[in-house]
DNA sequence: CCTTAAGCGAGACGGTACGTCCAGTCTTTGG
DNA sequence: CCAAAGACTGGACGTACCGTCTCGCTTAAGG
């Protein structure tokens, strides 16, 4: 009976978000800023997202989503290699708010969760999996920890800036993978 | 001629805002609870950082800065592990502030060249050294990445709180390492 | 469409201000005590008014309107005597806050002008008449420099404090009109 | 032994305060704009006047200084007209900062004390002087109450601001106080 | 076709913190 | 002891968002 949520608003509301990010950062992305230049009501942003938080998570995840592609051919480090540099580019189109999206997280620990939940975790699996096709007799311990080496130097880069996380890295982080986890 | 400032309200503030760090997390600093915490007016936290991220900068690097002792042995790879290992020891206890410090200056430019300068760059340095002292004939974009891969994991692991970064980490790091850069 | 301004805000803002002022004089009456005793956040307060002075100004106007009663007997010196002593004790009840207001007037141009019209002129236009029915000949300046004469008491002795204008300077200035006009 | 205060810093102290004044109103005479216009420590402005207010009425009360010269020729309605002609005249030359001072007044007790003490009742007892003169035998209360009549009435359209109070108004006052005492 | 329940744009609401500005006091160094 | 300078506590100012609430209006679906 009700009337359905519209969808135009869903997409306005999270382009807002994106184009207030792209005008200000995030700073500039306050839930009365998203809710005017969508030309929509603040309340028809709180009946979707619980918080400003959420709108965040949602404009940046729903990005990075599905850019997730598990490369299957005979040579797993190759395979390993693209996978990363596949990563390394999607992510690199959107460093600034994902960036922005994990500072965040560490002030709000819901939002941290939900960064896991729909980002992290999975891509963690998908990396465990490759590495374990590459080296079948490593313990467990050491692809998590392969897995934090790799992710980790790509997120330390993002976030010390005295490097950019590309092609170059996801060569050498393959390379070294195998000579390690060998 | 005027008056000097006081030495006292700097050390009151800045205990002030740690001591509500640890209450309430980050979002319990506010400018006007330090100033009240500290016994002070606000106006004299304003007369000496621009902003509540000046306050908070101020506040967890003054902490932050101590020493990274070089282990010097006849093994480098137990070298590698102890220094790591001291490290993380070191982190993990002001891991929080710290992981705010670093999110922090995700949203201050200046906070961020200042956390790299007094912090970042001269652990790289020294890791770096370690590196090489391990692996003389490793090329220098390898031992590069391999820094980023250590420190990254770390950090990795504070921002996402999926594992804490601690002993057991640092050992499978040197020995990864050392396998990485044979 | 929008949620329409509450009443109960409305009236709750000045009853707080004017209940501030009887406890504290001018000076208590801030748009911080006003909103907390309001029960009211701040914001409700400026969304109403400019500012500070405008709440003032609005506390006591809302007071001060009330009816000018003209008696009109045979006895034009007796009705004179009347309408002073009645508007006199009218604002005897309100003297503070109307000292007040006229005080503040002379900070605020838009003010001045809103309490001559709601005030001042219809008072000043009153009194006129009832001195040309006094003394029909008297010259239009005259009248107005009597109408002056005894306002200008009035307020003087509000302003200054040396006197309180009572029913002793109103029969006083009826008496003195009648011989000033003759 | 002591350095005896400057007299420099006096003039320099209430020119600033006037300065000030002319350009941005009573509003504009802080304390720390006049110490800083008059090149003086706020300690001096401070070691010379009680507050804020005590500079305020230093400031215009010295401008009013005497200007109150009683006429004495045969004629007591002339002398009258023009001792009122001349202190309105004398008033004109200040109409804002007195207009100002006088509302000021209405906020702070001691400032109205100090208005009456330094102006007001001086100017009262010479006024009832020459109306004793004119009127011999009028009683004490009348007296007072065309006082109250005169100087209300130039202090009404100041404040109020409906006309000015110059030799017209003078010369009417003079008339009808004669006519009203007779 | 007509209820009816929810969605909608708009913006008011109680709060809280921001960063600014003065008041009036205190504390330096230097006449 | 006076002076200039300016730091000190204190507290109000007016602004900006947060997340919630409430208007009048619109839009399905089920009776």
Redesign the pocket.
Known sequence: ??????????T?ILDAARRLFGEGGL??????????R???????????Y????A?LAAAWLEVAEGEVVVPESADPERDLALFLKRLFGAFGANAEPLRSLMAQAQFEPELRQTLRAAFIDRRRATLADLLRRLAPGASQADVGAVVDMAFGAMWYRLLVGHDTPGPALARRLAKLASAALA
Chains 1, 2, 3, 4 share one sequence.
């Open positions: 009976m009700p009337r359905p949520r519209s969808a135009a608003a869903d306005a700073g500039a992305v306050t839930v009365e800023a998203v809710a005017r969508a030309g929509v009501g603040k309340q028809t942003v709180y009946r979707r619980a918080d400003r938080n709108v």
